[in-house]
């Protein structure tokens, strides 16, 4: 047997489901549409009308999101560190004491520009 029959086959089954899926949703799910959820933006709310140039968008919030990736990165990097701390020795602690250092940096950055400061 060819080595790429069960791929095929798993790729087979997963079109189909989609496919499946797809038209059951059309068929059992609701036909109530209005103006709010056929906008490009569907949320159910009326969209406010932007100014002819687009909207300004605060930086403060992407800062921030880009803050929260930062630290979810870190964690994800510790994770494994933790557990093997002892195989790591001198050299993981010295490694994670510069990587915690870098991204204390982007921290207090972040920090003395108030860019946590909600007003």
């Known amino acids: 047997m060819n080595p790429f029959v069960p791929i095929l086959v798993l790729g087979g089954i997963a079109a189909v489901f ?17 103006r709010a959820k056929v906008e490009p933006y569907e949320c159910g709310v009326e969209p406010t009308p932007q100014p002819e140039g687009g909207g300004r968008f605060p930086v403060k919030f992407y800062l921030t999101a880009m803050l929260f990736i930062i630290f979810d990165i870190e964690i994800v990097f510790m994770y494994p560190w933790a557990v093997h701390f002892d195989a790591l020795g001198l050299f993981g602690l010295v490694a994670m004491a510069i990587f915690l250092f870098n991204v204390s940096v982007a921290y207090v950055y972040e920090w003395r520009r108030e860019g946590l400061r909600w007003d």
Do not use: D, K
Not at 18 to 34: F, W
């Open 18 to 34: 989609a496919v499946v899926s797809m038209g059951i949703a059309q068929l059992v799910g609701p036909q109530r549409y209005n």
